[in-house]
């Protein structure tokens, strides 16, 4: 009886010092997944600026889509609040990041090395269901220089 209560009591001191290495592991999981989610967007806009004209019309502008991946909390992957491209959620001025929480407050925000300045046109892209999420990323001739518009489709 007593050798049952203390592997019990070492079984769950060994869980409790491994359990915030697992949720350290979970959380960087996934911010290396979104770091890739954010190469593909700065290389699609580089794709668009480098290799296409500029046009003054959204609906005859080259495009590029990118899809962005969010895991649904699992033992592998942390719980995410949000993702946003073009800033944070409550901001209504686009900026080039893409900004990312997790449940429980942690919040990073991510600067995209664009070529050109980037637009949304009602604010930040928000996402914040899991899944697979589909950007439009155009190429639009503003005034006179070139910008990138991302929305969500």
């Not at 491209?85 to 090395?113: M, N």
């Amino acid at each position: 009886m007593i050798r049952l209560l203390l592997a019990a009591a070492v079984t769950a001191a060994l869980l409790a010092t491994a359990l915030p290495a697992v949720e350290d592991a979970r959380t960087e999981r996934v911010a290396a997944s979104l770091d890739a989610d954010a190469e593909r967007v700065v290389r699609a806009t580089e794709s668009l600026a480098y290799g296409e004209d500029p046009t003054q019309s959204l609906s005859t502008a080259p495009r590029r889509t990118v899809r962005l991946s969010l895991p649904a909390r699992s033992w592998t992957a942390a719980d995410l609040s949000y993702v946003a491209v073009g800033g944070r959620p409550e901001e209504t001025e686009s900026r080039p990041v893409l900004t990312y929480a997790f449940s429980g407050g942690r919040e990073t925000e991510r600067r995209l090395s664009l070529p050109v300045p980037l637009r949304t046109p009602d604010g930040p892209v928000v996402l914040r269901d899991s899944g697979t999420h589909t950007l439009s990323i155009s190429l639009l001739s503003e005034s006179e220089a070139p910008v990138v518009v991302v929305r969500s489709v």
